[in-house]
């Protein structure tokens, strides 16, 4: 979407370097589910289908060729390449390992969709647009300095809003569907605090998407053909529906009958405040 965008901007496009980003990006996005996957089977006593020192080795493999890529790029570029890579990098990291892992936090769809919608088009955009275009780094011995061309910054931004509401809306799907299963397994997610009002906001990040492309095209970031998006606001306001439905109707079926649950629990306090803190979601 990014490059489409440069592209109808009259942007020609380095080829070598965008193919190496997308590679890098490719295999760290593996190394990300990679991980996810280890973690999340080994935290939920769950076997893998190999022996968790080959997927271990796997991990590691992938990590190194996706730095390696990663370097390559920066050699290839400037020094913000090398800043904002490596913020990328460690939130891919931090998403599932670590003490406080992102996925398990309610704050997952804003990340994920601000590294996805923002972060990524502005690294293609440093990569493929003349240097100091939206983002400079001036180093002087110890002082770096960092330069916003805030216009280009603000564009960016604005052509965001569509990658980055679309990416959380993925993951809060996710998270929506498997709410249930998060809670028995100690994973907190954002649907688990806003409750009711995660399945609206899933269908209105859709729909403030379409909005965004109508303001882009009136702010000229987008040419007027893009405007041919609309026509999939009918199929997409339907599948959210059935979606909203379907979902609707797996919360009801994990609703626990709250008369039993009562003559079930024990009436020690600390395991009471713990049996409670699950069922709060309800």
């Known amino acids: 979407m990014t490059v489409l965008w440069l592209i109808a901007r009259g942007i020609t496009i380095r080829i070598f370097p965008t193919a190496i980003f997308?590679?890098?990006?490719?295999?760290?996005?593996?190394?990300t589910t990679a991980i996810n996957n280890y973690i999340d089977t080994k935290t939920n006593?769950?076997?893998?289908?190999?022996?968790?020192?080959?997927?271990?080795?796997?991990?590691?493999?992938l990590l190194a060729a996706s730095i390696g890529l990663g370097l390559l790029l920066v050699a290839l570029t400037d020094y913000?390449?090398?800043?904002?890579?490596?913020?990328?990098?460690?939130?891919?990291?931090?998403?599932?390992?670590?003490?406080?892992?992102?996925?398990?936090?309610?704050?997952?769809?804003?990340?994920?969709?601000?590294f996805y919608g923002v972060m990524i088009p502005l690294i293609l955009a440093?990569?493929?647009?003349?240097?100091?275009?939206?983002l400079s780094v001036e180093i002087e011995g110890s002082l770096w300095s960092l330069h916003v061309q805030m216009l280009e910054m603000f564009k960016l931004l604005i052509f965001g809003i569509v990658p980055a509401f679309t990416t959380a809306n993925i993951m809060l799907a996710n998270n929506t569907s498997d709410l249930a299963k998060d809670v028995e397994t100690g994973r907190f997610t954002l649907p688990?605090?806003?409750?009711?009002?995660?399945?609206?906001?899933?269908?209105?990040?859709?729909?403030?998407c379409y909005g965004a492309v109508i303001l882009m095209v009136g702010l000229k970031i987008l040419p007027t053909?893009?405007?041919?998006?609309?026509?999939?606001?009918?199929?997409?306001?339907?599948?959210?529906?059935?979606?909203?439905?379907k979902t609707e109707q797996v919360r009801n079926l994990?609703?626990?009958?709250?008369?039993?649950?009562?003559?079930?629990?024990?009436?020690?306090?600390?395991?009471?405040?713990?049996?409670?803190?699950?069922?709060?979601?309800?």
Not at 126 to 134: D, H, K, Q, W, Y
Not at 192 to 208: C, E, H, Q, V
């Open 22 to 31: 997308f590679s890098s990006m490719l295999l760290f996005d593996l190394t």
């Open 45 to 61: 006593g769950e076997k893998l289908p190999y022996d968790r020192v080959v997927a271990k080795n796997i991990i590691i493999g």
């Open 80 to 114: 913000i390449v090398l800043v904002l890579g490596a913020l990328c990098f460690a939130c891919g990291i931090l998403y599932t390992y670590g003490p406080v892992a992102i996925s398990r936090i309610p704050l997952g769809e804003v990340i994920s969709g601000f």
């Open 126 to 134: 440093v990569i493929n647009l003349p240097a100091g275009s939206i």
């Open 192 to 208: 688990y605090y806003i409750k009711g009002y995660a399945l609206p906001l899933f269908a209105w990040l859709y729909r403030t």
């Open 225 to 245: 053909t893009a405007l041919l998006m609309l026509l999939s606001y009918p199929l997409v306001e339907k599948n959210t529906k059935i979606f909203l439905q």
């Open 254 to 282: 994990c609703r626990f009958d709250q008369k039993l649950l009562a003559h079930q629990l024990e009436p020690d306090a600390g395991d009471f405040s713990r049996r409670a803190h699950r069922l709060i979601w309800l």
